[in-house]
C-alpha cells in the first residue's frame, strides 16, 4: 500500500509534552501543509519488521539503530491505539516499509512529520477493506511516531488539538483547505550539519525552562489569533502571532537545562534582514524557524518575487520553495 505525505510549517508551535512516551502535546499547535518535497512509503504484510529507506538520488540509506527502534516501537503503538478504538488485531503482525524520501538531507525541513504521517496513511490503506479510519484516527497514529506528523494529515491550514489524557487525545483538526490562502514557503537552509539534539529529546527537556508554564498557558489565545488570522486571511495578524510564537518557543529552548539554542549567526542575520526588507517595501512576509536555524519565509503572490530573489541571493544556503499543500493521500 503507497503513501505519499509531506512536511509541514508550524505556525503555532508544538513543543513539550505531557506524556512523552505517547507524545501527548502539552498543547494545541498549528501548521501549514506544504505541497513539497514528498515522502513517499510502501507497506505491505511481512513476517518480521523490515525498512529500506532511499535518499534523493535513489541509494539506500542506512538506518540506525536508533531509528529501526523508533519504526518498531510506532507499529506497536498503533496496534495498541487500533484495539482501543475497537479494531484490535486489524493490522498485521509485521510490516515490510520502503521509504522515499525527496526531503534533501541537507535542507533541515521536519522529514520525520513527512515520513511519519505517510507511514500512518500507508497503514490505514492497509486495512481499509475492513476498517474505514477516520483522517483524525490517521492523524493519531502519525502522531505516535513524530508528534508534529499528525498536521502532515490533514492538507492546507491544519490544526493539532489535545482534548485529554489518553492515546487517542491529540489529532488534527483542518482549518482550512489548501485553495483558501494560497501562501508560499521560501526556505533558507544556511547549515547542513546534523543537529545534536533531536525534537523528541527536546520535548522532554522542556518543562525545565523557566519560561514554560507560561508559554502553555498562553498558546490557547495565540492558537485562537492565529486561527483567526486564516480564516480572515489576515496576513499582519499572522505574522504578529506566528513570530510572537516562534520567539517565545526559542526562548524556551535556549532557557532549558541543557541550554538548547538551534538558531546561528546566519538565522539572526536573515531574520534581520527580511524585518529591513519588508519595512522598506512594505511585503507581506514573516519568518519562522523550528528545531534548526533554517529559515521558513511565508508570504503572499505579492511579495514571493522580491522573497525568492532575496533568497537566491544568499551565498552558501540551500533555498527550496514550497506551497499550501494537500496532506498525505495514498496513490
Ligand atoms: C519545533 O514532531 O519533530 O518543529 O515527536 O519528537 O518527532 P517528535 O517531535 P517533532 O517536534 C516538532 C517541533 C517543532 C515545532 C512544530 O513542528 O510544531
Known sequence: MLARSTPNIALIKYWGNRNDALRL?????????????????????????????????????????ADIRRFARHFALCREYLATVEHPDTLPSAVALSIRSQVPPAIGLASSAAVFSAVAMAYAGLIRDRVALTAEQISVMARLGSGSACRSIAGGFAAMRVTGEGIGDAFVEQIASADHWPLHDIIIAPSEREKEHGSTEGHALAPTSRLYTRRIADIPRRQAECIDAILQRDFQK????????????????????????????????????????????????????????????????????????????????????SRVGPGAKLI
Not at 515522502?39 to 541509494?59: K, N, R
Not at 514571493?304 to 544568499?314: E, F, G, L, T
Open 25 to 65: 502535546p502539552a498543547a494545541d499547535s498549528l501548521s501549514m501543509t506544504l505541497s513539497s518535497p514528498t515522502v513517499e512509503v510502501d507497506a505491505e504484510p511481512s513476517d518480521t519488521l523490515h525498512i529500506v529507506s532511499y535518499e534523493t538520488d535513489g541509494t539506500e540509506k542506512r538506518l540506525k539503530e
Open 238 to 321: 499572522l505574522q504578529t502571532v506566528a513570530e510572537e510564537d516562534c520567539l517565545n518557543m526559542h526562548d524556551v529552548m535556549r532557557t532549558s537545562t541543557p541550554s538548547l539554542d538551534y538558531l546561528t549567526a546566519d538565522t539572526h542575520r536573515i531574520v534581520r534582514e527580511i524585518d529591513t526588507l519588508r519595512r522598506e517595501q512594505h511585503l507581506p512576509v514573516l519568518y519562522t524557524m523550528d528545531a534548526g536555524p533554517t529559515v521558513h519565509l511565508l508570504c503572499t503572490d505579492d511579495a514571493v518575487d522580491a522573497i525568492r530573489s532575496y533568497a537566491r541571493s544568499q551565498k552558501q544556503c540551500l533555498v527550496f520553495e
